[in-house]
């Protein structure tokens, strides 16, 4: 069974620092692995998607990293400003038919201090 | 396209009372998840869907609940009788097929409180 862990569970940061979230998994078949932003009662927004056979994907100032050997994924935020204050999750899709599902973790607690 | 919707947004009803969830996947996409968020729990995975045809309902927590999916485009979540532990904002999500990178897009989700 995949567990998918987030350390730490809450960070805060001043305005304009460059952060790095953590993600871990324990099965390495997977298919692609995600990272969410959910703000204070909203739904999950996607911030970018790594495919098995990718290292990293950029979005803006945003940068995930894979590595599946390792069972870890990274989330680099440059030059932080205080919108980026949310919870962000990741979450391993499985690679095998029955088990497509996402697993999540129990995600970072960002606050950007202005 | 208009994103998965999910319909109730919000919805407040008393133990016993049957209660019903329904989401619209994004059209194209052949995977449909039921999700549940709890502050205690986080977010766990109900049951999910490939091609309509239920794949895992491993997350469903008893017999109250079903979900079905009719059609590509329709899904429902019921829960009958409703306790007030089912408290919880239920999301819903879909993702295009295994040739896609299958990126997963969630509903807004719908606020269930049970008094």
């Known amino acids: 069974k995949q567990e998918v862990t987030q350390i730490p569970a809450a960070l805060s940061v001043p305005e304009g620092e460059n952060l790095v979230l953590n993600c871990s998994f324990t099965?390495?078949?997977?298919?692609?692995l995600q990272w969410f932003r959910q703000d204070p009662g909203k739904g999950l927004t996607s911030l970018l998607l790594?495919?098995?056979?990718?290292r990293e994907q950029t979005s803006g100032r945003l940068n995930a990293s894979l590595d599946k050997s390792s069972g870890r994924s990274t989330l680099y935020i440059a030059a932080s400003q205080p919108g980026d204050s949310a919870t962000y999750l990741c979450?391993?899709?499985?690679?095998?038919?029955?088990?497509?599902?996402?697993?999540f973790g129990t995600g970072t607690r960002l606050t950007i201090i202005p | 396209d208009a994103g998965v919707i999910q319909s109730p947004r919000h919805e407040v009803t008393e133990m016993g009372q049957e209660v019903t969830l329904r989401c619209k996947p994004i059209?194209?996409?052949?995977?449909l998840f039921w999700y549940r968020q709890t502050m205690m729990r986080g977010l766990e995975l109900l049951i999910y869907?490939?091609?309509?045809?239920?794949?895992?309902d491993s997350g469903m927590p008893e017999d109250r609940f079903s979900a079905k999916m009719p059609n590509a485009s329709f899904s429902t979540l019921k829960i009958q009788p409703s306790e007030p532990r089912d408290s919880a904002v239920y999301f819903c999500?879909?993702?295009?097929?295994?040739?896609?990178?299958?990126?997963?897009?969630f509903g807004e989700g719908s606020r269930l409180t049970v008094l």
């Open positions: 999500a879909s993702s295009g097929p295994r040739t896609s990178p299958g990126e997963l897009f």
């Open positions: 979450a391993s899709v499985g690679a095998n038919f029955g088990n497509e599902k996402l697993t």
């Open positions: 059209s194209g996409h052949d995977y």
């Open positions: 099965d390495s078949a997977i298919y692609n």
């Open positions: 790594i495919q098995s056979s990718q």
């Open positions: 869907f490939n091609n309509n045809v239920p794949i895992d």
